[in-house]
């Protein structure tokens, strides 16, 4: 498999060569990841009741949530393209938000009863209003429970499709319809759609207001991260000084893969210099731990340079779904 033709991200690329799973991984690829739905996975889509869905905005700052619906909630419209319905939900829009900034989602539906297996389907997202979607599909069932009546809908151009294999999936058994009792689709009521569980606004007059970091050494694990690259564990030169062409070289895409495997492969070489022999075989499972870290923590400034950020605003892409 050429390196233009493999699915997946740069990110995933450089980790599985530097961990040795480059082969490994290049037999999946060719036989599990479609660029569309063949027939099987099509059936299967038309009879799940969920799915679980990641979105990110324009920061790349995540979302995870979940769908849910009556088999055949999400419409297969071609091999190549899916549409699921936006509920009333809490007014909050987090995954339609995220997706008016950067179209990109990624779907994942398990069959925890029957087959104990998941689809992963990967692609870009376009918002529609109901009215506009039954004007080019008028073939689309209209819900007869008003909770479950769509106001928007996600179309999806899918650009990923592979299997999540069962091994960890568990098998669920589904409670018997009369056991359920009714369900509280689109209401309103607080206790009905779960009241305070989490006693999230039970504190909410103690706590501080909420603000959300804004730099990365504002996470808890960067500490350790930055252990990393502290000059005692590496004779008296830190790893981030050995990996610093990354940061001039980054700005070349076509040269940073050979870029990234020449800094590593020179600080691998470097750092078991320093250390001296004797230290590597006295401890090979924490001189390769401290490396890794820094390595990972190396592809994850990498991808942010190559990535800027970017206001949207004005971009026709990303504008116009609402009218």
Same mark, same amino acid.
């Given at each position: 498999?050429?390196?233009?033709?493999?699915?997946?991200?740069?990110?995933?690329?450089?980790?599985?060569?530097?961990?040795?799973?480059?082969?490994?991984?290049?037999?999946?690829?060719?036989?599990?990841?479609?660029?569309?739905?063949?027939?099987?996975?099509?059936?299967?889509?038309?009879?799940?009741?969920?799915?679980?869905?990641?979105?990110?905005?324009?920061?790349?700052?995540?979302?995870?949530?979940?769908?849910?619906?009556?088999?055949?909630?999400?419409?297969?419209?071609?091999?190549?393209?899916?549409?699921?319905?936006?509920?009333?939900?809490?007014?909050?829009?987090?995954?339609?938000?995220?997706?008016?900034?950067?179209?990109?989602?990624?779907?994942?539906?398990?069959?925890?009863?029957?087959?104990?297996?998941?689809?992963?389907?990967?692609?870009?997202?376009?918002?529609?209003?109901?009215?506009?979607?039954?004007?080019?599909?008028?073939?689309?069932?209209?819900?007869?429970?008003?909770?479950?009546?769509?106001?928007?809908?996600?179309?999806?151009?899918?650009?990923?499709?592979?299997?999540?294999?069962?091994?960890?999936?568990?098998?669920?058994?589904?409670?018997?319809?009369?056991?359920? *009792? @009714?369900?509280?689709?689109?209401?309103?009521?607080?206790? &009905?759609?779960? !009241?305070?569980?989490?006693? $999230? =606004? /039970?504190?909410?007059?103690?706590?501080?207001?909420?603000?959300?970091?804004?730099?990365?050494?504002?996470?808890?694990?960067?500490?350790?991260?930055?252990?990393?690259?502290?000059?005692?564990?590496?004779?008296?030169?830190?790893?981030?000084?050995?990996?610093?062409?990354?940061?001039?070289?980054?700005?070349?895409?076509?040269?940073?893969?050979?870029?990234?495997?020449?800094?590593?492969?020179?600080?691998? *070489? @470097?750092?078991?210099?320093?250390?001296?022999?004797?230290? &590597?075989?006295? !401890?090979?499972?924490?001189? $390769? =731990? /401290?490396?890794?870290?820094?390595?990972?923590?190396?592809?994850?400034?990498?991808?942010?340079?190559?990535?800027?950020?970017?206001?949207?605003?004005?971009?026709?892409?990303?504008?116009?779904?609402?009218?």
């Amino acid at each position: 498999m050429r390196q233009g033709e493999r699915p997946g991200s740069d990110g995933e690329h450089l980790v599985q060569q530097r961990l040795g799973t480059t082969e490994r991984a290049n037999r999946f690829y060719g036989d599990q990841v479609l660029d569309h739905l063949n027939e099987r996975m099509r059936e299967f889509v038309t009879r799940q009741e969920m799915f679980f869905l990641s979105t990110a905005d324009r920061h790349g700052d995540c979302d995870a949530s979940f769908r849910a619906g009556p088999a055949g909630f999400v419409q297969v419209l071609d091999e190549r393209t899916l549409a699921y319905p936006e509920y009333r939900g809490n007014g909050v829009m987090a995954s339609v938000g995220n997706m008016s900034e950067n179209p990109r989602l990624g779907l994942l539906m398990v069959d925890f009863t029957r087959n104990r297996i998941g689809l992963h389907i990967n692609g870009r997202a376009r918002v529609v209003m109901d009215e506009e979607m039954r004007a080019s599909h008028p073939g689309l069932p209209v819900d007869p429970v008003p909770g479950r009546r769509a106001q928007l809908w996600v179309m999806v151009g899918i650009e990923e499709a592979y299997i999540h294999c069962s091994k960890h999936i568990p098998h669920l058994q589904k409670v018997p319809a009369q056991q359920r *009792g @009714a369900r509280a689709w689109g209401t309103d009521d607080y206790k &009905r759609k779960g !009241g305070d569980f989490f006693g $999230a =606004a /039970e504190e909410a007059p103690e706590r501080a207001p909420f603000r959300r970091a804004e730099r990365k050494d504002e996470h808890p694990w960067d500490e350790g991260h930055q252990a990393v690259g502290d000059a005692a564990a590496y004779g008296g030169a830190p790893v981030e000084a050995r990996f610093a062409a990354l940061d001039e070289s980054s700005a070349d895409d076509s040269s940073a893969d050979a870029s990234f495997s020449a800094s590593f492969d020179a600080a691998l *070489g @470097a750092s078991v210099g320093a250390r001296g022999e004797a230290g &590597r075989t006295q !401890g090979p499972d924490s001189f $390769a =731990a /401290e490396l890794n870290g820094a390595f990972l923590d190396r592809v994850e400034r990498v991808l942010a340079r190559a990535q800027p950020r970017r206001s949207t605003e004005g971009d026709p892409e990303f504008r116009g779904w609402f009218g």
